[in-house]
DNA sequence: ATCGCCATGAAACTTTAGTTTCATGGCGCA
DNA sequence: TGCGCCATGAAACTAAAGTTTCATGGCGAT
């Protein structure tokens, strides 16, 4: 009978929960790159992970490693045997990765790069002004699209005031579009296998003159007319489903944007905000 | 226009056969480890190269490096792009990222790439065959979570009976989390920027039995136990906000593979709800 | 309020990696 | 043979990484 050595993930994940905060993100960042670990050196590691290098010296210590040269010499071991995608796909690039998993992460891959590749810059631009000016942002996204239309609303929240997705609550969608002016900003996520009702709210919409930005699938979305803004976004899917990873970065990178044009800002109302979050103790660290 | 970097290969081949011998040797044992080069000292190229430490330096620096500092950064980068999912993916290994976009974008493609590579097939195949086989199924998750809890949702309540993400409304908590029985499945979306419910959910499913399945960032899930299902998603952010593309594209994985273990049975059921969709003029082409 | 515990980072210190200098020796060539 | 060139490694040196020590400050218990 012989022992199985633990793999550093191991003995990061057996003391995880008792570590204290600083430790902790050490942890995240270790673990974040567990893949070339060796590679990084553990000033590299404190430094990224914003802790004192005194820090990281306790951290490896206490994971088990009585110097970063073991955790070194035993990530470098790891590196060889862990990548199963390696093997999978074929160490030439011509190769074709054929599982279901390669393949499944390879698609979802090129819906990233294709999807930025071909995204307008001055659409993309426009889209951030708008938004972080509006006086009101409201976003809406049906089925496939709710979701995103979720996240989209939630970073935002983060960055401005008057955010919100719609419908507030079921039955006060018509309420909701009432209370939009000339200058407001919809935000509508419009994917495949849309809802009629989507149209209807499109319209009542440009009606108000409120500025119109969608983000949509593939093949212009049929609510737009030209001058509106679209962000396109790849969405297909290895295999049954659809995918919306493009989908998601590009909210991801909009909101990041509006956060950099706010700029002060906005930093100072994610700190109001998790302010109030640590005053109501609601979230955990 | 701008000029394109050589890669390290390119760097030694373009003076190989004007190398002295111990620097040919040199040349060599780097050649052999280029994909982790990085994690490689000069000091152990030159003793496994069974030339001096001198010799190594002046090596580096006849390829056109100033320092092996130098050299260890570029090998990182390239080793990372050298990838085989980025191959697949179509994405020039040259060219490099060194704006905002270009950095979201590679940022994302890591967490993917790395989310995939660690995930361990056991836990997936069991989260699969529990979710396929649970009597009821039901999905919840909080605040950065949240929009992840919907998207698996919905994906999921396409493929069987009794899916539902909680809580069903703003005050019925309480009530499905009592109609959850032993067999069942509670898929739990826990993110940083936990809300303080969530713990008090996951003790309560666990009182009854209810098979809990984690999808979870970096860093165990401080909910889950030993012997709990646990998916692992990076969410390392480019800036200020975190990315959820890892744990959407699991999501979508999960579900198919879902849908690949339920079979005929499972795309019975897509059809219905497509037909139900069609005959209620929900949706539009 | 005071005490003690612990996490933490700054800075001193040690060790290791990387670089430079220099002496040696091989080799071609006059 | 003697000269110059150059590759090379040993060793001195410098820079960087890793480690230790210590002072600070937060936090809970007394």
Redesign the pocket.
């Known amino acids: 009978m012989h022992e199985v050595e633990p793999t550093i993930q191991d003995s990061i994940m057996a003391v995880y929960d008792?570590?204290?905060?600083?430790?902790?993100?050490l942890a995240d960042t270790t673990l974040s790159r567990l893949n070339d670990l060796a590679s990084?050196?553990?000033?590299?590691?404190?430094v990224s992970a914003?802790?004192?290098?005194?820090?990281?010296?306790?951290?490896?210590?206490r994971i088990g490693y009585?110097?970063?040269?073991?955790v070194?010499r035993q990530a470098r071991a790891e590196a060889y045997l862990a990548s199963p995608l390696y093997a999978l796909a074929g160490v030439n690039p011509k190769e074709r990765a054929t599982d279901a998993l390669s393949n499944h992460v390879a698609t979802d891959i090129r819906n990233l790069t294709e999807t930025f590749q071909h995204q307008k810059a001055k659409h993309f631009d426009q889209a951030v002004s708008l938004i972080a000016t509006a006086p009101q942002v409201r976003v809406i996204g049906m089925r496939n699209g709710h979701f995103v239309a979720q996240h989209a609303a939630y970073l935002l929240a983060q960055l401005r005031n008057n955010v919100a997705s719609l419908p507030g609550s079921s039955m006060t969608l018509a309420e909701d579009l009432a209370s939009l002016n000339k200058g407001d900003v919809l935000l509508v996520v419009d994917f495949r296998r849309r809802a009629t009702l989507l149209p209807t709210v499109v319209n009542a919409a440009r009606g108000a003159n409120v500025n119109l930005v969608f983000i949509s699938g593939p093949g212009m979305s049929a609510l737009s007319r030209p001058g509106d803004i679209v962000l396109q976004c790849l969405t297909e899917g290895a295999s049954v489903f659809d995918s919306y990873v493009a989908a998601v970065s590009i909210v991801n990178y909009l909101a990041t944007s509006v956060a950099k044009q706010l700029g002060k800002h906005s930093r100072k109302r994610l700190e109001v905000i998790e302010a109030l979050h640590e005053s109501l103790e609601d979230l955990r660290p």
Chains 1, 2 share one sequence.
């Open positions: 008792q570590l204290p905060p600083g430790e902790r993100k990084y050196s553990a000033t590299e590691l404190a914003k802790v004192s290098k005194a820090t990281a010296v306790r951290f490896f210590r009585q110097s970063f040269g073991q070194r």
